[in-house]
């Protein structure tokens, strides 16, 4: 196995704690960032050159679009595990056959997702928030992608299967690049052939196309030991059942996910019709930018916390948690002085459209309210499973994200109308980062460190 | 001489520890079992507590997994499914130990999944050890001193996670006559009289003298 973007693990546990956390972190973040960024200028290129309609026609889509990636998280979570343990085991020919497994159920799942979608596309994008107006746009928009559903599965999943066979440098370029070329074909698209809402469409489908062929391309190299070849994608048993165990819990969370935008979207639309939809797209992916840096910098502290923990050196353990939490904190308290002082700056950069602007600055005011201390909060929760406390972790993700939300969003609007939608969320983000902040104080009262002993007995 | 190794599956209750221990102190080899996980904590310097959780049971419900897919969509772009004290990592730290012990000296193993972790060892025989449930019920009673209803209980969960744990990490079914070269049940001439028969059975299989 190719050991590309491997590190010895021994200088987690000797570096300077600053130094290391900067060294795992950046990548990461410049990833997240290129991951938003491209959202972003997706999102801005229908609010620009198509209108706001098109842009609450995008927003209703947001779920099924969740929802397919459930599946993909659920075969691509499940998948690599699966496929690091054999490579960890030397046994190659088991790993080939997870591979051509990976791919199969992509191609399988991707089908059967795309035929139920197609066969119900109006039910379901009224169910999610779609009306007359906004119907065409998402409809449109969500058939093409839906043609190409499996494409999409592919090159997310076989992506993934790239890093975790030791191309991780591959798997990045795979992405910019489809990124790069989807921008590439928004301009002519939208702007040159002014093919509206179906021109990013095509621009998204044609960028995945020319991905998966560069990683299928990728995976088949025959000098690497694991490559793609006939006799290995027939789907077996065992496989199958231990990727889906696995991966049924990433998938449950994602579908939760999608439950909870499908909440916000009728409830804007109820109460603040389609333009509230679309402004909800353009706080949401200002507001996600701000939030994948907070991850990037989450996961260049996993290995660091998770290690040193593991080596009970844990001054170094609480340091790395405290410096992360302090980054988290600037960036945030940076996204929260700039939708809270410079709103109409965000917005711009979406849609001219004065009453959809109106809209997304009055919600983006309300949301970013607690994100100073949001990136805490998404730090402890990533804390605590890089030291293997999966559970808290777990339930700390949940709580920010569905459980204190779903209720509140099932409440608050009733009486406050699209300000209740907006402050849902905000009220949520609050009573997680108390939750969290008690969590920690509880994990470092009750001693977990000191009662830890090398005490070995059995 | 060249070095073998006795790799053993075995149900709670059948004695299959007690039996390898016997056979390995009649070849005069080191036996390795649960004593393995505090080796891989000594070696590794890992916190042994962490693979106390860990051990034999697998890796699915994987919470890891699941925030790290509420984080972010594009997988891809992101260092994922490798958190640093997952089950699977500590799986790979028991294989490293496991197959550097099985390099270095004769020896048996007990559990594991030691079959699937050596089966390119040239030199390997892999033994499966289950027994009567009833005479399982009394073996844990008299070793954990519990009533039989709390033995019963103890066994069926213990089937369900060692069986989960092998067909999880391996390529074959826990306890499959095919996973092994022999399978034995030591209800029927008990653990002295079973060791005695794997031994001679061992003895001319591996040519030991």
């Known amino acids: ?113 795309a035929v139920l979608a197609l066969v119900f596309i109006d039910e379901i994008l009224y169910f999610f928030g779609a009306s007359e107006a906004t119907l065409p746009y998402a409809k449109t928009y969500m058939v093409i992608i839906i043609y190409g559903n499996i494409i999409t599965h592919l090159t997310h999943g076989l992506a993934n299967v790239l890093r975790v066979v030791g191309h991780p440098n591959k798997a990045m370029i795979s992405v910019l690049f489809g990124v790069c070329v989807n921008l590439l074909f928004d301009y002519i698209f939208i702007y040159i052939c002014g093919w509206g809402i179906a021109g990013a469409a095509y621009a998204t489908l044609l960028s995945q196309t020319l991905g998966t062929i560069y990683l299928i391309w990728c995976l088949c190299n025959k000098n690497d030991r694991i490559h793609l070849h006939s006799g290995i994608y027939a789907l077996k048993q065992r496989i199958v059942k231990n990727i889906l165990a696995i991966g049924i819990s990433p998938f449950c969370i994602q579908v939760c996910a999608c439950l909870v935008v499908v909440l916000i979207n009728r409830g804007l639309k109820e109460h603040g019709g389609d333009m509230a939809i679309g402004a909800y797209g353009i706080v949401n992916s200002i507001t996600f930018m701000f939030i994948m840096i907070v991850m990037g910098i989450t996961q260049g502290m996993q290995p660091i916390a998770g290690y040193n923990y593991g080596a009970q050196q844990y001054a170094r353990v609480t340091e790395v948690l405290k410096k992360a939490s302090i980054y988290a904190t600037i960036v945030m308290t940076f996204s929260f002085i700039l939708c809270e002082f410079f709103p ?31 990136g805490f909060q998404v730090v402890v929760g990533n804390f605590f499973q890089s030291i293997g406390m999966a559970k808290k972790s777990i339930f700390l993700s949940m709580s920010r994200q569905m459980l204190f939300l779903i209720p509140l969003l099932l409440i608050l609007p009733h009486y406050y109308g699209t300000v209740g939608v907006w402050a849902s969320i905000t009220a949520s983000d609050g009573i997680s980062i108390i939750v969290a902040a008690v969590m920690l104080w509880m994990f470092y009262k009750k001693g977990a460190f000191a009662t830890a002993k090398n005490d070995i007995g059995v | ?189 008990g653990l002295e009289g079973t060791a005695e028969f794997l031994l001679n059975f061992a003895r001319k299989y591996l040519k030991i003298q």
């Open chain 1, 1 to 113: 196995m190719n050991e590309e973007g491997k590190r010895s693990p021994k200088e987690l546990g000797t570096e300077k704690i600053g130094t290391l956390l900067m060294r795992y972190a950046i990548p990461a973040v410049i990833s997240m960032l290129a991951a938003s960024a491209y959202n972003i200028v997706d999102r801005s290129f229908l609010g620009q050159f198509v209108g706001p309609l098109a842009l609450a026609g995008l927003a209703v889509t947001f779920p099924i679009m969740n929802l397919s990636a459930a599946f993909g998280a659920m075969i691509g979570a499940g998948g690599s595990t699966l496929l690091s343990i054999k490579l960890g085991q030397r046994d190659y020919g088991t790993a080939e056959r997870v591979m051509g497994n990976i791919v199969s159920l992509n191609v399988v799942v991707g089908f059967v997702f």
């Open chain 1, 344 to 374: 109409h700056l965000c917005v711009l950069v979406f849609t001219n459209d004065a009453e959809t602007q109106q809209l997304a600055i009055e919600g983006m005011r309300i949301i970013v309210l607690m994100s100073p201390l949001v």
């Open chain 2, 1 to 189: 001489m060249e070095k073998y190794v006795i790799t053993i599956g075995r149900e709670l209750g059948s004695g299959g520890k007690a039996i390898g221990e016997i056979i390995a102190k009649e070849l005069n080899i080191p036996i390795y079992d649960s004593y393995l996980i505090d080796m891989a904590a000594k070696e590794s310097g890992f916190n042994p507590e962490l693979f106390k959780k860990a051990d034999e049971k697998p890796g699915k419900g994987l919470g890891a997994a699941m925030i790290r897919t509420v984080a972010s969509p594009f997988s891809a772009l992101s260092n994922y499914y490798d958190s640093s004290v997952s089950n699977e990592s500590l799986f790979q730290v028991q294989t490293d130990i496991i197959l550097k012990k099985a390099a270095a000296e004769s020896c048996i193993i007990v559990g594991r999944c030691g079959d699937y972790i050596l089966r390119n060892h040239p030199n390997h025989l892999r033994i499966f050890i289950r027994a009567d449930y009833d005479d399982r019920v009394k073996f844990v009673c008299e070793h954990d001193g519990v009533t039989p209803a709390k033995a019963r209980q103890i066994i069926d969960k213990n089937d369900n996670q060692r069986s989960e744990y092998h067909n999880f990490y391996s390529e074959t079914n826990w306890g499959d006559s095919r996973a092994y070269d022999i399978c034995v049940n030591s209800s029927l001439l």
